[in-house]
């Protein structure tokens, strides 16, 4: 007894330096990732909050304005144009995207050879995004060159309309490259949530005489409505903040209807260096992904069912 009671305070003694050097090795791994944060994340927000109160032109002196460049923006018929061009495409893009991805993940759930067909979906994901809006601006240009016009008028005799020249059909155009480009990750994420299906639940529901249709409204979208629910929050906050494509596809100088929220800004700083202006709208639009995801969160406590 003497014995086990001297060597207890010494197995703690020893043990306290472990958890200490634990401790340092722990903060040695996680201070590159931590500054990182800090560099790339937290002091670029912080100074833009702070710059879209100011007016710079990046090399002068910044003067304090107030809210001045808040009300210039949301007053300016450019940004309107703006924000309703980004509605628009999140309106096209979200709800069919998501719709073409669902039912091509039904189909593939139980076909043969799966993994194949997962890949060929998923390769525009991986493919840059210029080179993806590179060979759509091919497939989408005027009747002389585009080789959908071109294929319309010859084979059909139908005159399509200038896809990227038209205010009108430009936003469609740019969603239906969006989708494409997108399409084979929300494939890839609906399949994972649709194997996490029960399926004593399905043979359930099929042995009580309901249908394909009746099993999919009544069993598979509600297990799968919190996939659903991920996949629309993130498509949303990816179709406001669309650029690259754009950018690649048209020129919004150009073409008005191609304008985004995210190229108002991109035009405000880099091109007219008005950087308090540009980070006033960035936080504009900032607020309005925070409004709607935070709408899609409260609807999510009615639509979403997360027990099976």
Request: glycine residues 8%; proline residues 5%; charged residues 15%.
């Amino acid at each position: 007894m003497t014995v086990l009671a001297r060597a207890r305070p010494r197995t703690l003694h020893r043990a306290r330096p472990v958890r200490n050097r634990d401790g340092w090795w722990a903060a040695f791994f996680l201070a590159p990732q931590v500054a990182a944060l800090l560099v790339f994340l937290v002091f670029p927000l912080g100074f833009a909050v702070v710059l879209a109160f100011m007016r710079w032109d990046g090399l002068g002196q910044k003067e304090w304005v107030g809210f001045d460049n808040f009300a210039a923006q949301l007053s300016d018929p450019e940004f309107g144009l703006a924000v309703w061009n980004t509605v628009k495409l999140a309106l096209l893009t979200v709800p069919f995207g998501l719709g073409l991805a669902l039912l091509i993940a039904v189909a593939l759930n139980n076909v043969r050879g799966g993994g194949f067909y997962r890949v060929l979906y998923f390769l525009p994901v991986v493919t840059s995004s210029v080179a993806v809006a590179l060979m759509w601006q091919i497939i989408l240009a005027g009747s002389d060159y585009g080789v959908l016009n071109s294929s319309l008028e010859r084979w059909f005799g139908i005159s399509a309309p200038d896809w990227l020249g038209d205010p009108g059909w430009v936003i469609v155009a740019i969603a239906v490259v969006t989708i494409w480009s997108s399409l084979g990750l929300n494939v890839v994420i609906f399949l994972a949530g649709l194997q996490t299906i029960p399926p004593q639940i399905v043979e359930a529901a099929r042995m009580d005489g309901a249908g394909t249709l009746r099993i999919f409204r009544s069993v598979t979208l509600p297990l799968l409505s919190p996939t659903i629910f991920f996949s629309t929050v993130v498509a949303v906050i990816s179709s406001f903040q669309a650029f690259d494509q754009i950018y690649v596809l048209v020129d919004p100088e150009d073409n008005e209807g191609a304008r985004t929220i995210v190229y108002q800004v991109y035009e405000l700083g880099f091109k007219d260096f008005q950087f308090g202006m540009s980070s006033a709208a960035a936080l504009i639009l900032l607020v309005l992904t925070l409004l709607v995801t935070l709408v899609q969160f409260a609807a999510q406590k009615r639509l979403v069912h997360y027990d099976s």
